[in-house]
């Protein structure tokens, strides 16, 4: 037998005329935990759906267990024992825990009788593979991202699995989940199942992964061990360009601030905060889920609500009831999910930079100017560089980093003088991160008040000269200038 | 630049082929009895009162909203109007009618801005919230007539439905033209449309843009509710009475011109150029198979729900991808 697991040599696939993978050869040892990292759209997910049976090859050889697999079907691979934990995670969120676990084998058995003890004995034993505890019978759409990524490992354990592709579990979860989830990985390696990790964030790569291999374009640029790497190695291969972290300097900041909260409370949601924000500022407000960042920020916008406390503008205290009472006060907020609350994914890039500034475009009895609509807009994606050669296409044919693009520039059109970023680069690749955090660092030295809400340490540290730390829904920390750093914070944070 | 604006209006030629398909069809089994001016005469008073009633609903549409209760509130409102009218045979008519007509369009209003304020501000799901008053409307006008129909229009306002402008322009098809431009301008040419699209796309984006969702919610349902109303309006004049289930059938009718049209409730879809084609091909069926004399009139609906499918088939992707395989053979 051989030393690997999977090995897969000279892939090759095309869409069209899209040559989404070309050449790549990769290889997963058993007992091993593999990265596949890359930015968005470099080919990762087609890869998987490759292995997964989803997808069929153009040409290569797939090896597995050292017998050459000419055709994998979803089934195939299932028997082989492959399962990928999709980030959807491919659960029944109305039905219980017990149930989502047991449901696969007893539709394998072909059983057309439901007999509750067996299905719990099922459930129990996928749950002791992992030494995971939880109540079998809670509904599964009441569980957190993290228990639910937990539930799905252990399904995927009942099919005998000896690789599990994940596919970016990191996502939506915590650091501290991410630490529960990591232990769980380690122990299923130890087990000598081979895991294949699917990320494109730097640390936890280093943390978690033995092998990597980085897929840029549809090629694979690098597969060895993760040991062998430097951060900065890592970054190169994952761009094509050297990156150096940029740190915020402000240049000009304001005497006055500009905004002043005051003992603000939402019950239930965040009480007593207080601080001051000056122009040419980057304020990080970071906290982990649920400490009440998000909930903070949707309060100076208008769309939260105030129990008590105040809220000072420019010297003068006021009520802020709406986004659009928000707008005539001059805050702009970009949203923390871009998809549901940012864009209208189904209209024009030009339409969707200027709606939040169709006063600008309104004519005689309501009417509007469509070519000054798009002049406009034009503008905006040629100094953000947005990438896209026709304004009038759809946003969602944008990459995530050129919707964030949008989204800033939907509020950069209006005259602002705070600015309110929720995560604003989460699903972000680093190329398009780079650009979006010199873009924040420029304006806040031509004078605009910004303020981060991010969970990432990196990107607060690295863009905020002022950072405030929330925890349970207060403030529990502020820290500035040198004094912020990722030790300093999680400190404060555990 | 050229091919992709053709592209833009590939489901507008798709549509007027369908359009060509129905009329060669009746063309070869009816010949030269649909080429007649009567005919077409006919087709041009007879769609623009569902027509209106349709464009009405477009917007809700749009909006992503559904509106239900439509017909049963301009059943409602034109009752109260002929109620209204009936009893004052001896002012003069012309006021009368008026205030008539003013008094049909508050009350739709209203029933626009109950919809608006139950959908935006109490959060009901658009199809529960209009069912319902679909009900309490429906249940006022029998409460009021016992079922019955309400006669007594001024005879110049029943005249209004069959008259002709300069001999051949009938006045239901010039209100509708009125309508459909006034429709246009709005969706194509305004602020609010320019919002109406994007708020039907992702109203929670558009909130957090800045822009007073509520306020194009409720606008849009009084639009909406008011247009539907003038189309009513026509209704009573070519039937001469108020009646509180006339038209019931329009409900399920302008939906399927709408989806056929490409106007999807899912909001934030649809050209207008559409929505006439798909009116008039409706029309077209309708007075096609009436030609057939041993025909129940009940085929049109027969056809016009097979069309709605093959349309349905067609723009899914499943649909596309048996087309390219289907002209690929060909070519």
């Given amino acids: 037998m051989s030393e690997y697991l999977l090995q897969m040599t000279g892939i090759d696939k095309s869409f069209g005329g899209v040559h989404a993978l070309d050449h790549v050869n990769f290889a997963v040892r058993p007992g091993k935990v593999m990265c596949l990292a890359g930015e968005n759209g470099c080919g990762k997910s087609t890869l998987v759906k490759i292995i997964s049976g989803v997808y069929t090859r153009d040409s290569g050889q797939v090896t597995f267990e050292g017998k050459t697999i000419e055709k994998i079907t979803p089934a195939e691979a299932t028997r082989l024992g492959i399962q990928v934990i999709y980030q959807d995670l491919s659960i029944f969120p109305n039905l219980t825990v017990m149930e989502n676990l047991a449901i696969n084998s007893e539709i394998t058995a072909n059983r057309k009788l439901v007999n509750r003890k067996r299905w719990e004995q099922t459930a129990k034993e996928a749950l002791s593979k992992i030494g995971y505890d939880i109540d079998l019978h809670t509904k599964m759409g009441e569980l957190s991202v993290a228990d639910k990524q937990l539930v799905a490992i252990c399904r995927a354990l009942l099919f005998n699995a000896k690789l599990i592709i994940m596919d970016e579990p990191t996502t939506a979860l915590t650091k501290k989940e991410v630490d529960a989830l990591f232990k769980t990985v380690r122990q299923l390696r130890d087990s000598g199942i081979a895991i294949m990790f699917i990320s494109h964030k730097t640390e936890e790569i280093f943390e978690i992964s033995d092998d990597v291999c980085i897929m840029r374009n549809g090629k694979n640029v690098y597969s060895g061990l993760t040991a062998d790497l430097t951060k900065k190695d890592f970054t190169y291969y994952m761009t094509g360009r050297e990156i150096e972290d940029d740190y915020f300097i402000p240049k000009n900041i304001s005497k006055d601030p500009v905004l002043k909260v005051d003992h603000l409370t939402w019950k239930d949601k965040f009480q007593d905060v207080s601080f001051e924000l000056r122009k040419g500022e980057i304020l990080g407000i970071t906290g982990l889920l649920g400490s009440g960042r998000t909930e903070l920020a949707l309060s100076l916008f208008g769309l939260g609500k105030v129990d008590s406390g105040t809220i000072t503008l420019n010297g003068q205290q006021v009520r802020i009831t709406s986004p659009i009472a928000a707008q005539k006060l001059r805050i702009g907020y970009v949203p923390e999910d871009r998809l549901t609350e940012g864009l209208c994914l189904r209209q024009p890039i030009a339409d969707n930079i200027m709606l939040s500034s169709l006063k600008q475009l309104t004519r005689t009895l309501g009417t509007i100017r469509h070519d000054e609509l798009f002049e406009k807009s034009n503008e905006w994606v040629k100094t953000f560089s947005i990438a896209t050669d026709d304004a009038h296409k759809h946003a969602s044919t944008l990459s995530g980093g050129n919707q964030q693009k949008i989204v800033l520039s939907k509020w950069l059109n209006n005259d602002l003088d705070v600015l309110i970023l929720n995560g604003p680069t989460v699903g972000v690749d680093i190329g398009a991160k780079q650009d979006i955090h010199a873009l924040v660092h420029d304006l806040a030295n031509n004078g605009l008040a910004v303020i981060i809400i991010s969970d990432d340490l990196a990107e607060v540290v690295v863009n905020c000269n002022r950072v405030i730390v929330m925890k349970d829904g207060s403030l529990v920390g502020e820290m500035e200038g040198d004094r912020i750093t990722e030790e300093n914070i999680l400190e404060i944070i555990r | ?331």
């Fill in chain 2, 1 to 331: 630049m050229k091919h992709k604006s053709l592209e833009k209006y590939s489901y507008t030629f798709m549509l007027l082929g369908l359009m060509a398909v129905v009329l060669l069809f009746f063309t070869l089994t009816k010949g030269a009895m649909l080429w007649k001016g009567d005919v077409w005469l006919g087709i041009a008073m007879q769609f623009p009162e569902y027509g209106v009633v349709t464009l009405g609903l477009m917007f809700c549409f749009i909006c992503g909203k559904m509106d239900m209760s439509f017909m049963a509130l301009g059943n409602f409102a034109t009752i109260m109007a002929v109620r209204y009218m009936a009893g004052r045979a001896d002012s003069p008519a012309g006021g009368v009618i008026l205030v008539g007509i003013l008094i049909a369009l508050a009350i739709a209003a209203c029933g626009g801005l109950i919809n608006g304020l139950l959908v935006a501000y109490l959060d009901i799901p658009p199809v529960m919230a209009t069912i319902a008053m679909q009900l309490v409307w429906t249940g006022l006008s029998v409460a009021l007539t016992n079922g019955n129909t309400v006669k007594g229009l001024p005879a110049l306002y029943t005249e209004i439905g069959h008259k002709y402008l300069f001999g051949f322009l009938p006045v239901p098809l010039l209100i509708f033209l009125v309508i459909f431009a006034i429709s246009y301008f709005l969706l194509q040419h305004t602020v609010y449309g320019e919002k109406l699209y994007m708020v039907g796309t992702n109203i929670k984006a558009a909130e957090f843009s800045a822009i007073n969702t509520k306020r194009m919610v409720i606008g849009t349902y009084i639009l909406c509710d008011v247009i539907c109303c003038i189309g009513c309006l026509i209704m009573i004049s070519t039937l001469a009475s108020a009646k509180a289930d006339y038209g019931t059938s329009y409900v399920m009718r302008c939906i399927l011109i709408l989806v056929l049209a490409g106007v999807l409730p899912d909001g934030g879809m649809g050209r207008i150029w559409n929505v006439l084609i798909a009116i008039v091909t409706i029309q077209i069926i309708a007075t096609g198979v009436n030609m057939f004399s041993n025909l129940n009139t009940y085929y049109a609906s027969l056809i016009w729900g097979a069309l709605l499918i093959v349309v349905l088939i067609m723009s899914t992707g499943a649909g596309s991808g048996l087309m390219k395989r289907f002209t690929r053979q060909k070519a």
